[in-house]
């Protein structure tokens, strides 16, 4: 192993070193504070050390990893996710949980996992980010023992993912019986010397799609969405439905490119009807919910829609725009996901609409943010949000796929209606007294207002200023 | 410069009117006054300037322009003619009156409500103003989301519903526009390399008449939705109904026009042939509007939905005249714009001048009225007239304009149209009847106008004249816009052949530069 391959690796170093130093940490002495210190800490370090050390463009790490800027990109969008996610969840579990400081170290495997997704170019890399974020997503889910939905949750999360692990592990075996090979890349050489698709191929695509479309939660594959949304405990859910979910979207976008997906009609065609049904699926279901984590469980549904409209548009304006759309959509929900922390009390999640009744005149800076959040859910303009479909529409029309961008416009108008919901919710003039907070030292709330408060600006600047981003996403993309 | 302060102004208005409130709500309304009339103040300054200037100028009067996505060709580009002056007045004008008129009517969450008052405002301005297709529907977006919360939180009863109503019907129509703006970009940069959403450069874009057909249709679609025209207008009747009155006053005043000036902006210029083409139908059923919402106004016994009713039926010439294509109907339909703006506004005024009096919308409730109130009286004959289309008063000028344009296009229809005229007649009687005339109802006493209420009539009732008797300043203003907009539709109407538009288009752009 040259010295290129381990600075190239040392992100995720980073992260497993971590995860030792807490469990060694929490067998001398528990303290919440410190290993919360060491979790924001290593996460930031991470980040820093991705974007400061000056790496080749691309750079393989033979046989599992490939460094390009694709890969590179969404390590640091993954890393600060999760940081974010690490931030609000101090409050959170500083009241709940006696045995709080586990979850960390479940918090940074989980990251590692979702990390290694993104730059793996082996069906090895893959399974082996995939299991590593499941299994500690399994744990996590459940964390909050004592709750009965939790480890209802917990349970339901394991048996599907393990299923889904295992379509997928088949699958692979599939495409390596008829290939030879697990590299994505010689995979790909394989099947551009064939005008179709052997019939043991599109078989093994087909299991592909079935364990991937699991982890995504599109339609069909989306049953265990909402409960498990609902019965986790508010960080980890905020972390399914972004950090896990953005980890496979960036490998699904590799591996599809690289086997020149787009070639293959099958292919294409099972994508589009996927991508239908989710957003159709996802919009309605989120139509009829009066629990909001479900609700926003159900529009994650219709947002992984969205960005695999770009996916299927692709090109380069189709990558960007899957890119940009994965930072707005981030953002969302970390920030939505993170007023629900903050809105919540000890014994359960704020996560009734009938606790945001009035919320606009008992905490108008709260209720305000989370207007933004859901405005940019629904796309509005000043929000990252609409940037973000902007470019999925613009990518959209520009490789002429209308009928995905139709549907897409149909989901928008449909979304529209249960996001402004929960604003008139909010702006209702009857005041319900819901209890008091628990007192906390208000040092706790100071970190996960600060977050959201740092999210919400994010949120807008994305939204009025775009150009930076834009320009990021495509220096990393193209060098 | 001057532009963006506009749109800055009100923007930073608003926040600062919703700080203000925290400590002070006379302060807020003050803020927000000012800031209104400042722009107004501004405004005019800049239109008696232009009027003293001399006619040959080009069209465009100011120009603004900075990058600002240049990934997309995307500038933040406000320009400013005779058409968007005038809708630069009318919007100052009018919010200055919903500040007015709100200022006793709104006791709740007072900051907040100035701050969205202002924002629309923002929103509205910078429609009238971006020359650029993605910020046209950025704004256009933009005033939503404020409309939105002034009709759900200081609406009446069923504001819930409007609200909802409201914000899916134009937003979803808004999509199909910003497909077709996407489309067209698209088309420009395959044909040219450059990839821009600039309104002049687009203007000379050469599409494929089959696509060019989809394109129209998408934009036609979100400005129909606002105008509105039936079937699209389903949203108007409710959503002006439970708006508060500044609401009611901005919607009907302003956000229709939007729709209008949308048509009269990008329709006509960038889709000659197709809206050539579906002209016919178009006129047609802006015939049906009138006739329909004349009816259906003449039904009511919600007085602010049978002032809303009356706008269905007002808009109607104005798809009568946009498809015209001619100057006379065209400077009618920019008259029109102006004239149902200040006389609906001021029918909405009315009607919630009532409603803090009586708290009732009903106007089977309601008569007798002129005894009581008889200035409030007066004003509401003279805007019911003005609504009827009286000769003297503003909107005379405009439908008589429309019907004369159009009927060098088409007979029938005009003929049909003109029966709208007396429709009008008839439930704008039936308003003063059933408000002012007959048995007293109300017990209890009613107050007459209190002076900020007088002033805000008074003013009203002054343009209204004025605009009737002296509507040249507001013709001479746009006539240069006009003709911009329909030299591209002149050349293959009479000649019947396809004159490349593009070289007349650029040769207006770079006159104005």
Known sequence: ?479 | MILSGFILSFMIGGILAWMAALKNLVLARWISLITVCFNLFIVIILWVQHLQGDESQSAWILDFSLPWIPRFGIGFHLALDGLSLLMLLLTFFLGALSVLISWKEIQHQVGLYHFCLLWVLAGITGVFLAMDLFLFFFFWEVMLIPMFFLIIIWGHENSRYAAFKFFIFTQASGLLMLVAILGLYFVHANQTGTFTFDYFQLLGADIPSGAAMWLMLGFLAAFIVKLPVIPFHTWLPDAHSQAPTAGSLILAGLLLKTGAYGLLRFIVPLFRDQAVAIAPWAMAIGVFGIIYGAILAFSQTDLKRLVAYTSVSHMGFIMLGVFSFNMIATQGVVMQMITHGISTGALFILAGIIYERIHTRDITRMGGFWKSMPFLGTCGLIFAMASLGLPGLGNFVAEFLVLVGAWQATHKLTIIATIGLVAATIYSLRILQKVFYGNQSATHGLADLSFREKLVMIVLVVSLIWLGLFPQPVLNTSRPSVNVILETTASSDENGTRNPKIITIKQKRYTHE
């Open chain 1, 1 to 479: 192993m040259s010295k290129q391959d381990l600075l190239s690796i040392m992100p995720l170093f980073i992260l497993t070193s971590a995860a030792i130093l807490i469990l060694f940490s929490i067998s001398i002495k528990r303290n919440h504070k410190v290993i919360f210190g060491i979790t924001i800490f290593s996460l930031l370090a991470d980040f820093i050390f991705l974007s400061v050390v000056k790496t080749p463009v691309s750079w393989i790490v033979e046989p599992l990893f490939v460094f390009d800027g694709f890969g590179k990109f969404n390590l640091g969008l993954l890393l600060l996710t999760a940081l974010s996610l690490a931030m609000l969840s101090y409050a959170y579990f500083e009241q709940r949980e006696e045995r709080k400081e586990e979850y960390y170290i479940l918090l940074i495997l989980a990251t590692l996992g979702a990390c290694t997704l993104t730059i793996s170019k082996h069906f090895i890399s893959l399974f082996l980010g995939l299991e590593i974020l499941s299994v500690s997503l399994y744990s996590m889910i459940a964390y909050l023992r004592k709750r009965e939905r939790s480890d209802e949750g917990g349970i339901k999360y394991l048996i599907i993912a393990a299923c889904s692990s295992a379509f997928l592990l088949f699958g692979m075996a599939l495409i390596y019986y008829v290939t030879g090979s697990m590299e994505f890349a010689s995979i790909g050489v394989y099947l551009s010397a064939l005008h179709e698709l052997p019939i043991i191929m599109i078989a093994g695509f087909g299991f592909l799609i079935v364990g991937i479309g699991f982890k995504l939660g599109i339609v069909p594959f989306h049953m265990w969405t909402a409960d498990v949304y609902e019965g986790a405990p508010l960080p980890v859910t905020s972390f399914l439905a972004t950090v896990s979910k953005g980890g496979v979207v960036a490998l699904l976008v590799r591996f599809y490119t690289q086997v020149n997906g787009h070639q293959h009609d099958s292919i294409v065609g099972t994508f589009t009807v996927l991508v239908i049904a989710s957003m159709f699926v996802g919009n309605f279901l989120a139509l009829q919910q009066q629990n909001v984590k479900r609700l926003l469980a159900y529009s994650s549904i219709s947002h992984l829609g969205y960005i695999l409209v770009a996916f299927i548009a692709g090109g380069q304006l189709g990558l960007e725009a899957v890119s940009f759309y994965l930072v707005a959509y981030f953002i969302t929900t970390v920030g939505a996901f993170g007023i629900l922390t903050y809105l919540s009390d000890k014994d359960r999640d704020a996560e009734l609409l009938v606790d945001f009744k009035g919320l606009f005149w008992r905490r108008p800076w709260t209720a305000t943010s989370f207007s933004a959040m859901l405005l940019s859910l629904a796309g509005i303009p000043l929000t990252a949000g609409f940037v973000g479909k902007f470019y999925i529409v613009a990518a959209g029309v520009s490789s002429s796929t209308w009928l995905l961008v139709t549907m897409l416009i149909v989901n928008s108008a449909i979304g529209l209606f249960y996001y402004i919901r929960i604003i008139a919710i909010m702006c209702e003039k009857e005041h319900i007294e819901v209890q008091t907070q628990v007192e906390l030292t208000p040092s706790i709330y100071l970190i996960s207002g600060f977050s959201v408060a740092v999210l919400t600006i994010a949120l807008l600047w994305v939204g009025v200023f775009p150009d930076e981003l834009i320009a990021l996403i495509q220096s990393m993309l193209n060098p």
